[in-house]
């Protein structure tokens, strides 16, 4: 099984796609890197590809109906191959999150929606997720053109993961159990796993579709309504599948989508007094403001899937090659703009030396360019201010005397693509080795033991994620159990099955997302006790 | 006609036979034997087609696809995911031949064709597309070790090849309980239907190999229990037998488990259910609630509410709308929509059913209503009461499988429950009372699996169903039914210095 895995997450980062989340495509994806120019002669600056799909939803989707924001304002959504608007989009603030919340409200207290069966509620669902994958092609267009993220990736892991979770999530809707429950005397005791009631989820825009999916998918099944805000530089696609929900049979009020920004909208949504639940993925620094805001208004309960600086460790006897590759992988995939990316790359001093070479060898092959063209490994970074952030610390490396492999510089003059960039001799105390840099820089330091590199490992506020590479048994259970991170990879990376939760340790949050556990977030678990006479049994 | 209104032969467009043969590794063929056997419409006794007679040769057959499939074929290497697409393409192709489908069972078991339609075939799609939902959730367990040096997990895997042999009452909902979890699972089997009503499993067989079900997943034999059914329950290469039927033919399987592979079993046998309506319940319900729970599907359902007790304060008042209400149970052709019980399924339970009814008269039981065949055509037989039962009676002990109900009086809650109890059956029950004391305290005495407080036969894809003492050993339906297909296999392993434990 798990060498199944490796080698077919292998193939898919070999191929240009790296289609991360799905492991049917990608065995004879070999084209990428051989294919198409790497990033020294890159593409970017060449002619832009047009998307071949229209923009047909800007505006707030609130009880069933896209409306315009109350204040008539708009904000631009910007192209990040070129910075130009692709649209504009309502910005949603204050008032249009009363009116989702109102509308919310209403359908989770008057119904149908939480009244309906859990069948019903998951043939919608299942509706649905036809309906995804139906429009896949569109949605691809849409989400890489917002967001920057190839097509490949989009089309061919993103948006069939996006059916496959609600379809996930549309097989536990009727199977979401209470208990009876042992009491200490004569009594009767079961548990109702009730809906929460309104759902606030606050998305980030490096996965817009899949955080989406994260959020939006347990919530329905449990028969929850929801106010969801997208990040602001990835509104679109949310609007479309709102869309299709709507086609799917959804009643009006039960997901409502506003678009806007984090001080106004989203803070608005955390601070709301009838608002029962907020989930939001994001930067923990936002994280912390959030929680705060949940504290003041109505002590809402919060699930925060937040930032990580995700150790990769490779033992003396790993296979190098695979480690390298998925290394790689782990830390450059959707552009280094992975909560969990791999972005301490620990590895044993005994073949240090072999793995820096290969890794900026791997590094150098990378294929940049406009996102839309086949066999381009990576497209722009999300927005100015994260270009600017990723170039910040890229100084920051050189300053503190990281050595740089290579990269470091941006790519062609327009957009916001910058080099993979490879840091060796990175020590914990530099800011690269502490900082969630979000971006396409690698940091590789060395180690010499078990005990020290558990101990650097976890030296970390973060706790989100970390590979172990090693072929010993041994090594990998001890250290799977000693690593404070919600998940961790052993011979892989970033396998985001729709059954295996998600979440992290210390500063990375708190809380589970996908399996079983991500039900918990969206129940009331509700007590029911009732005295027995004569019982037969206790 | 004294009782239960017989409407005429209604005229309805009789579905044509497409599928006669046994369905072994993805191709209909003939039984080895080149043997057929009739299949008979139970409204008039006429032969509806013939059928592939299938015995210990085409078991062999059907078993190697099974193995072979599973043991290097592609169905259980799937992903759970990737299992549940196929399983939710046949229910959406099986939602497209609803119509075909229930006419199938309507001419071949007498079930009612409207019944088919709304209730027993989106019933079957309900089941598979439930356990398509559960196919990626079928989680094993890390462990608490007690050792201080060891790590543990359990496995669930699926127990391979599965035998299923299913009854003629409810063709479609018997194929689905069975076959959906043990696909989910990720089992490969062998599907024996009744005699009475192969022509829907066949339609199912066909419908697999469009739904893209790889070869040998799925196998249908038809045939007989003491040749066929045997072969199943006695075959040295099937993991698991699964069976659905009498008390009577359940112990033979065991017996023949036992004797060649220790194969689990999976029992889902008769019932003699008691339905207890209390002083406080409503006399209207609770003789709507005794006289479905009877009579539904002409009695022939193995958690019929055979046994009625009623409080001696309600008891008149309930005694007397019954046999009202019992007049308007109307008997009639199934494909007739005005129709609420067809013929029984064969001449066979016909006879013994009239035998028990004179078991009835002769040992003192008083008769209310009903009785008699209706008509000289067919297996149609009157909706009958019985007052004044006795428990040394036939008729209160025995699973009679048709539409005879036997009344009793009672006086205390302990002696409802007691009188309950009085059985070697426990498959279901049902209490009719708005006092959550006595609610609470008959469900937890009552021996059964499944009790229904004010309502009947509330069946659902999520409650687990199944049998105490005589009436099985196994629960279908709902995540419980998934553990029949699975073996739990534990792996443990040394653990070193690991921080916790």
Redesign the interface.
């Known amino acids: 099984m798990a060498a199944r895995r490796v080698s077919s997450l292998l193939s898919r980062s070999f191929s240009a796609a790296s289609p991360v989340l799905s492991?049917s495509q990608g065995r004879n994806g070999y084209n990428g890197s051989r294919m198409v120019r790497r990033f020294g002669t890159s593409s970017a600056a060449e002619e832009i590809i047009s998307p071949s799909v229209q923009v047909s939803y800007t505006k707030l989707l609130i009880d069933g109906n896209f409306v315009d924001a109350a204040s008539g304002k708009t904000f631009p959504t910007l192209d990040p191959r070129t910075g130009e608007v692709i649209a504009n989009v309502a910005e949603g603030d204050a008032e249009d999150i009363n009116r989702a919340v109102k509308a919310a409200r209403k359908a989770f207290d008057e119904g149908p929606w939480p009244k309906m069966t859990?069948?019903e509620r998951?043939?919608i669902m299942?509706r649905f997720a036809d309906l995804v994958e139906k429009h896949s092609e569109e949605l691809a267009a849409l989400e890489t053109w917002d967001n920057g993220k190839t097509y490949e990736q989009a089309k061919t892991a993103e948006i069939p993961m996006l059916a496959?979770l609600f379809?996930?999530y549309?097989?536990?809707?009727?199977?979401i159990?209470g208990l009876t429950v042992p009491a200490d005397g004569n009594y009767?005791v079961q548990t109702l796993h009730e809906p929460i009631g309104v759902a606030g989820q606050i998305i980030p825009w490096n996965f817009p579709l899949l955080m989406f999916a994260w959020k939006v998918g347990p919530a329905l099944a449990c028969g929850n309504t929801i106010v969801l805000k997208t990040a602001e530089q990835t509104p679109l696609t949310a609007f479309y599948v709102g869309k299709l929900f709507l086609e799917a049979g959804l009643p009006p009020g039960v997901l409502n989508i506003v678009s806007g920004f984090g001080a106004t909208a989203g803070a608005s949504l955390a601070s709301h007094m009838d608002v029962d639940k907020l989930a939001f993925t994001g930067s923990t620094d936002t994280g912390k403001v959030i929680l705060g805001l949940a504290a003041n208004s109505n002590l809402k309960p919060v699930t925060l899937e937040l930032g990580g600086k995700s150790p990769f460790i490779v033992f003396e006897d790993a296979d190098i090659d695979k480690a390298v590759e998925l290394a790689h992988f782990a830390l450059f995939f959707n552009q280094g703009q992975c909560c969990c990316a791999g972005s301490r790359t620990y590895v044993h001093e005994r073949v240090y030396d072999e793995f820096v070479e290969k890794a900026k060898a791997r590094a150098l092959k990378r294929v940049v360019g406009d996102p839309f063209k086949k066999g381009i490994e990576q497209g722009p970074q999300i927005d100015s201010k994260q270009f600017e952030k990723v170039m910040k610390y890229i100084r920051s490396g050189v300053e503190s005397n990281a050595t740089l492999e290579c990269g470091g510089g941006q790519v062609g003059d327009k957009g916001y693509f910058i080099q993979p960039t490879v840091f060796s001799n990175v020590k914990d105390d530099m800011l690269i080795a502490q900082d969630e840099i979000f971006g396409p820089v690698q940091s590789i330091l060395k180690f010499s033991d078990v005990d020290e590199v558990i101990r650097r490992a976890n030296n970390t506020r973060y706790g989100l994620a970390a590979g172990v590479f090693t072929k010993n048994?041994?090594t990998a259970?001890?250290v799977s159990?000693?690593l404070k991170a919600g998940t961790v990879w052993v011979n892989c990376f970033d396998v985001f099955d729709?059954?295996i939760p998600f979440g992290g340790y210390k500063m990375s949050g708190n809380g589970r997302e996908k399996g079983?556990y991500s039900l918990n977030n969206y129940l009331q678990v509700k007590a029911v006790v009732?005295?027995?006479?004569?019982?037969?049994?206790i | 006609m004294e009782n239960g209104k017989c409407n005429g032969g209604a005229t309805a467009k009789l579905p044509e036979i497409k599928f006669t043969k046994l369905f072994i590794n993805g191709k209909f063929v003939d039984a080895a034997s080149g043997k057929t056997f009739e299949t008979i419409d139970p409204r008039n006794g006429e032969v509806i087609a013939k059928i592939a007679e299938g015995d210990k040769e085409d078991v062999d057959l059907a078993v190697n696809a099974a193995r072979h499939a599973f043991d290097h074929g592609p169905w259980p290497r799937m992903?759970g995911?990737e299992r549940?697409r196929i399983i939710?393409k046949y229910t959406d192709l099986i939602e497209q031949n609803i119509e075909e489908l229930a006419a199938l069972d309507a001419i071949d078991g007498g079930k009612l064709f409207q019944m088919g339609k709304v209730g027993d075939i989106p019933a079957a799609t309900?089941h598979f597309?439930?356990y398509?939902?559960?196919?990626?959730?079928i989680?094993g367990e890390t462990l608490r070790m007690t050792r201080p040096s060891l790590?543990g997990y359990t496995l669930k895997e699926p127990i391979g090849v599965v035998g299923h042999i299913i009854p003629w009452n409810f063709p479609s909902i018997m194929y689905a309980m069975k076959v959906a979890p043990a696909l989910a699972a990720g089992c490969t089997m062998v599907v024996k239907p009744a005699e009475q009503t192969p022509l829907s499993a066949l339609f199912y067989a066909h419908l697999s190999k469009e739904a893209g079900f790889p070869d040998g997943v799925i196998n249908v034999v038809t045939g007989f229990g003491p040749t066929a059914g045997a072969a199943i329950a006695s075959h040295m290469d099937i993991d698991k037998v699964s069976f659905t039927g009498s008390t009577d033919v359940g112990r033979t399987i065991m017996q023949a488990a036992a004797a060649s592979n220790l194969k689990k079993v999976s029992l889902e046998l008769g019932g003699k259910s008691p339905l207890l309506i209390f002083d406080d319940a409503d006399v209207n319900k609770a003789a709507d609630l005794a006289l479905l729970g009877c009579f539904y599907n002409k009695g022939e359902i193995c958690v019929a509410s055979s046994r009625v007790f009623v409080q001696e304060g309600i008891y008149d008042k309930v005694v007397e709308k019954m046999v009202e209400k019992a007049k308007d149970w109307t008997v009639g052709d199934p494909f007739d929509s005005t129709s609420r019980q067809g013929p029984q399924v064969d001449k066979k339970q016909f006879e013994k059913i009239l035998s028990y009814i004179e078991h009835g008269k002769n040992e003192g039981a008083t008769l209310l209503t009903g009785g008699n065949a209706i008509g000289d055509k067919g297996y149609y037989i009157e909706p009958t009461i019985f007052a004044d039962v006795t428990e040394d009676m036939k008729i209160y002990k025995d699973e009679i499988f048709g539409p005879v109900m036997s009344l009793m009086k009672f006086k205390t809650v302990e002696e409802g429950?007691k009188c309950a109890n009085n059985t070697k059956y426990g498959l279901a029950a049902g209490i009719v009372s708005q006092n959550?004391?006595v609610i609470?305290?008959v469900s937890?005495?009552i021996k059964a699996g499944v009790i229904w407080v004010n309502c009947y036969f509330a069946f659902d894809?999520?409650s687990p169903y199944g049998g105490y003492k005589m009436s099985g050993n196994c629960r279908e339906s709902g995540?419980d039914a998934l553990d029949s297909y699975l073996q739990v296999k534990s792996i443990a392993?040394?653990?070193?210095?690991?921080?916790?434990l």
Do not use: E, Q
């Open positions: 492991r859990a069948y998951s043939r299942l496959r379809r996930y549309a097989g536990w809707a009727d199977k159990h009767h048994i041994d259970n001890r159990r000693a729709a059954a079983i009732t005295p027995l006479n004569n019982p037969a049994w | 992903t995911f549940a939710n309900g597309r439930y398509a939902g559960a196919a990626d959730k989680h790590f429950i959550v004391d609470n305290t937890r005495s894809l999520d995540m392993m040394p653990l070193h210095n690991s921080p916790w």
